[in-house]
């Protein structure tokens, strides 16, 4: 089970830090931050492996950074200049495979939060 918190209103600009915790998380396992607009597909946002090995969407790179605190199975997305483009509902989720084999491809993650929501408002 994942448990988001973390998602709020903010004008450009701005940060917002996600959260996502989980039961248990392995060192091989595969842990990322989705979203999904309005009226658009699920996009992968970044991706961190047990590691600490990091990816990023082009479109969040160098604003957007996942990092993780394995002693409390955690991962976090610190998200800072926040465009009105970034609105969306935000999901955590976590594969089984380290993130080099499953990358941003949503149907190899078993589990998945219930979502938390970002608007940034121009």
């Known amino acids: 089970q994942l448990v988001e918190s973390g998602g709020d209103s903010v004008q450009s600009g701005g940060s917002l830090r996600l959260s996502c915790a989980a039961s248990?998380?392995?060192?091989?396992?595969?842990m990322a931050w989705f979203r999904r607009a309005p009226e658009k597909e699920l996009e992968g946002v970044a991706t961190?492996?047990?590691?600490?090995?990091?990816r990023y969407a082009e479109s969040v790179k160098g604003r957007f950074t996942i990092s993780q605190d394995n002693a409390v199975n955690t991962w976090y997305l610190q998200m800072n200049s926040l465009k009105p483009e970034d609105t969306g509902m935000y999901f955590c989720?976590?594969?089984?495979?380290?993130?080099?084999?499953?990358?941003?491809?949503?149907?190899?993650?078993?589990?998945w939060g219930q979502g938390t929501q970002v608007t940034v408002s121009s």
């Open positions: 248990e998380v392995t060192y091989s396992a595969c």
């Open positions: 989720a976590i594969a089984d495979l380290p993130c080099s084999i499953v990358t941003m491809s949503n149907y190899k993650y078993r589990d």
């Open positions: 961190i492996d047990g590691d600490g090995s990091t």
